[in-house]
């Protein structure tokens, strides 16, 4: 079955610092993958996907996150944090299960909430 | 603001009680897609309509049923309500029903609580 791990629940850097989230996933065939964000009170809004080609993939708001097989990642990362990017980033895979002929849907990690100091 | 719409943004009822959550995908958009997210079990999908017909059904309970209209927005119906079905309620909608080959845009979502 498929499955996505982001093992940090909460991380908090400093306004300018560097920003990588962890998102490991359990697959069976090439992954369909995404990153999306969730600030207080809002909906998700895509950052990201990865569904072939070049491994690493630019994204809206300055992030970027790159796709390593064989560790099965595809860890989201920033060079520069900014207050506004406090929220809650969720990496989610797209799921194989067939139903009248279309295919499944998405399958996310539990999350990771991002704090950020002044 | 993604273009989908949700009503109501909040809603409190009680056990064993029924509700509707409407929702309105993105002008163009033919697929409509339910989400639950809730604190112990995270966001999980619940079930897909593309122009009216069911697509694709994720962890739905036989209490939940949606549907999707001519007009192409859609309804979720939570019945016979339980604690454990306080949670958050994303739809979302996307062009087709290629489901992850293309971006879905989410809904602001539906808070419901049930006392």
């Known amino acids: 079955a498929q499955s996505v791990t982001q093992p940090d629940i909460h991380i908090t850097v400093s306004e300018g610092a560097s920003l990588e989230l962890r998102c490991n996933y359990s697959?069976?065939?090439?992954?369909?993958l995404f990153w999306y964000v969730q600030s207080p009170g809002q909906g998700l809004q895509l950052l990201l996907k990865?569904?072939?080609?070049?491994?690493l993939v630019q994204g809206i708001k300055g992030f970027e996150a790159e796709f390593k097989r064989s560790q099965s990642s595809f860890n989201l990362r920033k060079p520069s944090v900014h207050w506004s990017d406090a929220a809650e980033y969720f990496c989610a895979v797209g799921a194989s299960m067939n139903y009248g002929g279309s295919q499944g849907n998405l399958i996310f990690g539990k999350g990771t909430k991002l704090s950020v100091k002044p | 603001d993604s273009g989908v719409t949700q009503t109501p943004k909040h809603l409190i009822t009680a056990t064993g009680q029924r509700v509707t959550l409407r929702c309105s995908p993105r002008?163009?958009?033919?697929?409509v897609y339910w989400y639950q997210q809730s604190l112990d079990q995270g966001l999980q999908f619940l079930i897909q309509?593309?122009?009216?017909?069911?697509?694709a059904k994720g962890n739905i309970l036989e209490r939940f049923s949606a549907q999707q209209f001519p007009d192409l927005h859609s309804e979720l119906n939570l019945s016979s309500l339980e604690l454990g079905d306080s949670a958050l309620y994303f739809c979302?909608?996307?062009?087709?029903?290629?489901?992850?080959?293309?971006?879905?845009?989410f809904g602001p979502g539906t808070r419901l609580l049930v006392l």
């Open positions: 990865y569904f072939s080609g070049d491994t």
């Open positions: 697959y069976g065939a090439t992954p369909y």
């Open positions: 309509y593309y122009n009216g017909e069911e697509r």
């Open positions: 979302a909608s996307s062009v087709s029903q290629a489901l992850y080959l293309e971006t879905q845009y």
């Open positions: 002008s163009g958009d033919l697929s």
